[in-house]
């Protein structure tokens, strides 16, 4: 649904250049929640504001729904009103949800669709319809200062469905709020997403709203994306950074007596009881040093650090056994010998 190749965006200002995208090639699947993550000044904003052409990309290109968005930019004036068209089906959230404080919560849903030429009962029709959709049809008449940051952030989400877009990005749209109401805008997010088949790109720095929300992540640094893959197989891939950060495990490293592994659990083995068949079948003594689990996309993943007896050669079965019911099973590093 969202295909970036080679993204660029370079800033010069008073004869500096600042690199903040440096060849983003992105694949945003239609129908799923995607989430980019990254720290302050990591390219994010840049990203998400290329790929509605809200920023021209200093070079590359940006494909949304089949349509080639940087070729219409670049087509002189009867461009502008294609791009506008195309921009339509893409709805944007904001962070400070830039509502228009003087306009009522309808009115400022409305906006895109006077923009859009709508008619007046048109408008009205389609402004209840998603108050109603997000939760917010007591508010149509009040105006944005009464209400709270969620019920804002509700409004700014109403706004940009106006245009029945098929793709919303959200720029940190939950940075602004606490972690309840974070929670319930997330939910909301996951809710169009299942009932109106809505592509959504986010970005955020939490990682938090990655586990929560996101089917697909990718992580950037300095302008590029260093790692990306759906959830679930960034915890099934070996070293993954986006995994460890997602389910971080502390523990002591292996040593000649023993050997730490680390169990990462997904799919149908996240239900299966494996570390108590692992302690029957070999007879060993297992201790859990640390475990996190929990539902990433509605599916249930985690990883665990155990402790077998014994150095790494003598448990090469039981690891083994590991890896055949499914599980990520990895060696984590011994103590003079780096990792396995
Ligand atoms: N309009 C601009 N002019 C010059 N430099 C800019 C501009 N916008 C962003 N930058 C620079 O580009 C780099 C990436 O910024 P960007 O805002 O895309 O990162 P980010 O990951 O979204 O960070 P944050 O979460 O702090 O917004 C930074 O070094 C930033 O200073």
Not at 109 to 129: F, K, N, T, Y
Not at 235 to 262: E, M, N
């Amino acid at each position: 649904m969202i295909t970036t190749t080679g993204l660029t965006k370079v800033y010069r200002s008073r004869g500096r250049e600042v690199t903040a995208l440096d060849g983003v090639d992105l694949q945003v699947a239609e129908g799923e929640v995607f989430g980019v993550i990254g720290q302050s000044g990591a390219g994010k904003s840049s990203l998400i504001r290329c790929v509605n052409l809200l920023e021209r990309p200093t070079s590359g290109t940006v494909t949304v729904d089949g349509r080639d968005l940087t070729a219409l930019a670049g087509r002189g004036p009867r461009a502008g009103k294609e791009l506008r068209a195309a921009r339509s089906r893409i709805g944007m959230v904001f962070q400070h949800f830039n509502l228009l404080s003087s306009r009522t919560v309808q009115d400022n849903v409305e906006l895109p669709l006077e923009i859009l030429g709508h008619s007046g009962a048109d408008r009205a029709r389609r402004a209840r319809e998603l108050l109603d959709l997000v939760g917010l049809s007591d508010k149509a008449k009040a105006y944005p200062g009464q209400l709270s940051g969620g019920q804002k952030q509700r409004v700014g989400i109403a706004r940009a469905l106006a245009g029945e877009p098929r793709v919303l990005l959200s720029d940190e749209a939950t940075s602004a709020l606490d972690p309840e109401t974070t929670r319930s805008i997330l939910q909301l997010l996951r809710d169009l997403n299942r009932r109106l088949g809505l592509t959504v790109l986010l970005i955020t720095h939490e990682m938090d709203v990655v586990k929560t929300v996101c089917d697909s992540a990718a992580l950037m640094e300095q302008g590029r994306i260093v790692e990306s893959g759906t959830v679930s197989g960034l915890l099934a891939t070996p070293g993954s950074r986006l995994a460890a950060t997602l389910f971080p495990l502390s523990g002591d490293p292996s040593t000649a007596d023993r050997t730490i592994v680390d169990v990462t659990f997904h799919g149908d083995a996240a239900t299966q009881p494996v570390i108590s068949q692992l302690a029957r079948t070999y007879n060993i003594d297992i201790s859990i040093l640390g475990a996190a689990m929990d539902t990433v996309g509605g599916k249930q993943v985690g990883r665990m650090r155990i402790e077998l007896p014994g150095r790494f050669e003598e448990n090469v079965v039981p690891i083994g056994f590991l890896r055949e019911r499914g599980l990520q099973a990895e060696v984590a590093a011994t103590a003079e010998e780096g990792a396995k």
